[in-house]
Protein backbone atom coordinates (compact mmCIF):
# COMPACT_ATOMS: atom_id res chain seq x y z
CA UNK A 1 0.00 0.00 0.00
CA UNK A 2 1.17 3.79 -1.30
CA UNK A 3 2.36 5.57 2.02
CA UNK A 4 2.51 9.22 2.28
CA UNK A 5 3.38 10.38 5.89
CA UNK A 6 3.07 13.98 6.45
CA UNK A 7 4.51 16.15 9.49
CA UNK A 8 5.91 19.45 10.79
CA UNK A 9 2.38 21.08 11.45
CA UNK A 10 1.55 22.70 14.71
CA UNK A 11 0.58 25.29 16.54
CA UNK A 12 1.66 28.90 15.22
CA UNK A 13 0.97 32.92 15.70
CA UNK A 14 0.13 34.72 12.78
CA UNK A 15 2.90 36.37 11.00
CA UNK A 16 4.99 32.70 11.87
CA UNK A 17 6.65 30.05 9.89
CA UNK A 18 6.05 25.84 9.44
CA UNK A 19 7.68 23.67 7.43
CA UNK A 20 5.88 20.48 6.28
CA UNK A 21 7.43 17.46 5.09
CA UNK A 22 6.00 14.61 3.30
CA UNK A 23 7.67 11.32 2.92
CA UNK A 24 7.03 8.12 1.25
CA UNK A 25 8.56 5.30 -0.96
CA UNK A 26 11.11 5.93 -3.80
CA UNK A 27 8.27 3.56 -6.08
CA UNK A 28 5.79 6.34 -5.33
CA UNK A 29 8.10 9.31 -5.17
CA UNK A 30 10.79 8.58 -8.51
CA UNK A 31 9.66 10.06 -11.31
CA UNK A 32 6.26 12.14 -10.40
CA UNK A 33 5.12 15.25 -9.73
CA UNK A 34 3.92 15.82 -5.78
CA UNK A 35 1.50 18.33 -4.35
CA UNK A 36 0.28 20.18 -1.47
CA UNK A 37 -3.65 20.37 -0.29
CA UNK A 38 -5.44 21.62 2.47
CA UNK A 39 -8.71 21.36 4.15
CA UNK A 40 -10.04 24.40 6.49
CA UNK A 41 -12.41 23.65 9.19
CA UNK A 42 -15.99 22.99 7.14
CA UNK A 43 -14.67 23.63 3.62
CA UNK A 44 -13.86 21.52 0.84
CA UNK A 45 -10.19 20.81 -0.04
CA UNK A 46 -8.22 22.90 -1.72
CA UNK A 47 -5.30 23.28 -3.94
CA UNK A 48 -2.36 24.65 -2.38
CA UNK A 49 1.21 23.89 -5.03
CA UNK A 50 2.60 21.20 -6.75
CA UNK A 51 5.82 20.48 -7.92
CA UNK A 52 7.17 18.42 -11.17
CA UNK A 53 9.75 15.73 -10.87
CA UNK A 54 12.55 18.08 -12.04
CA UNK A 55 11.37 20.60 -9.79
CA UNK A 56 11.34 22.67 -13.25
CA UNK A 57 7.54 23.48 -12.89
CA UNK A 58 6.13 24.77 -9.80
CA UNK A 59 2.57 26.22 -9.29
CA UNK A 60 0.91 27.77 -6.54
CA UNK A 61 -2.44 28.69 -5.34
CA UNK A 62 -3.03 32.77 -5.60
CA UNK A 63 -3.64 32.45 -1.81
CA UNK A 64 -0.08 31.29 -0.74
CA UNK A 65 1.89 32.82 -4.18
CA UNK A 66 4.84 34.57 -2.13
CA UNK A 67 4.62 33.26 1.04
CA UNK A 68 4.84 29.34 0.63
CA UNK A 69 7.75 27.76 -1.20
CA UNK A 70 7.30 24.08 -2.19
CA UNK A 71 10.21 21.72 -2.61
CA UNK A 72 11.51 18.68 -2.61
CA UNK A 73 14.80 16.44 -2.47
CA UNK A 74 14.54 13.47 -5.13
CA UNK A 75 17.53 11.43 -2.92
CA UNK A 76 14.99 11.25 0.61
CA UNK A 77 12.06 10.60 -1.57
CA UNK A 78 10.91 13.82 0.75
CA UNK A 79 8.43 17.22 -0.13
CA UNK A 80 8.82 19.77 1.63
CA UNK A 81 6.50 22.88 2.06
CA UNK A 82 8.10 26.29 3.79
CA UNK A 83 5.29 28.39 4.90
CA UNK A 84 5.92 32.19 5.87
CA UNK A 85 3.72 34.78 7.12
CA UNK A 86 1.08 32.38 8.05
CA UNK A 87 -2.57 33.84 8.54
CA UNK A 88 -5.46 32.34 10.27
CA UNK A 89 -6.95 31.76 7.34
CA UNK A 90 -3.81 28.96 6.27
CA UNK A 91 -5.60 26.98 9.33
CA UNK A 92 -6.51 23.42 7.78
CA UNK A 93 -5.62 19.66 7.53
CA UNK A 94 -2.38 20.03 5.56
CA UNK A 95 -2.50 16.86 2.60
CA UNK A 96 0.53 16.12 0.36
CA UNK A 97 -0.20 13.95 -2.76
CA UNK A 98 1.55 12.09 -5.40
CA UNK A 99 0.78 12.37 -9.19
CA UNK A 100 1.20 9.83 -11.75
CA UNK A 101 2.86 11.78 -14.18
CA UNK A 102 6.20 13.27 -13.70
CA UNK A 103 4.66 17.17 -14.90
CA UNK A 104 2.11 19.20 -13.43
CA UNK A 105 -1.19 18.74 -15.14
CA UNK A 106 -3.69 20.58 -12.91
CA UNK A 107 -4.83 21.50 -9.47
CA UNK A 108 -8.10 19.09 -9.02
CA UNK A 109 -7.67 15.89 -6.73
CA UNK A 110 -7.81 13.50 -9.39
CA UNK A 111 -4.59 14.62 -10.94
CA UNK A 112 -3.15 12.97 -7.80
CA UNK A 113 -3.58 9.20 -7.29
CA UNK A 114 -2.09 8.88 -3.64
CA UNK A 115 -2.60 10.75 -0.65
CA UNK A 116 -1.44 11.13 2.76
CA UNK A 117 -3.71 11.17 6.14
CA UNK A 118 -2.66 15.01 6.77
CA UNK A 119 -1.41 17.15 9.57
CA UNK A 120 -3.40 20.30 11.44
CA UNK A 121 -2.02 23.65 11.02
CA UNK A 122 -3.49 26.09 12.75
CA UNK A 123 -2.04 29.45 13.18
CA UNK A 124 -3.56 31.77 15.81
CA UNK A 125 -4.47 35.30 15.48
Known amino acids: QVQLVESGGGLVQAGGSLRLSCATSRLTFSGYAMGWFRQPPGKEREFVAAISWSASAIDYADSVLGRFIISRDNAKNTVYLQMNSLKPEDTAVYYC??????????????????WGQGTQVTVSS
Open 97 to 114: AASRFSGLTGRTESDFTS
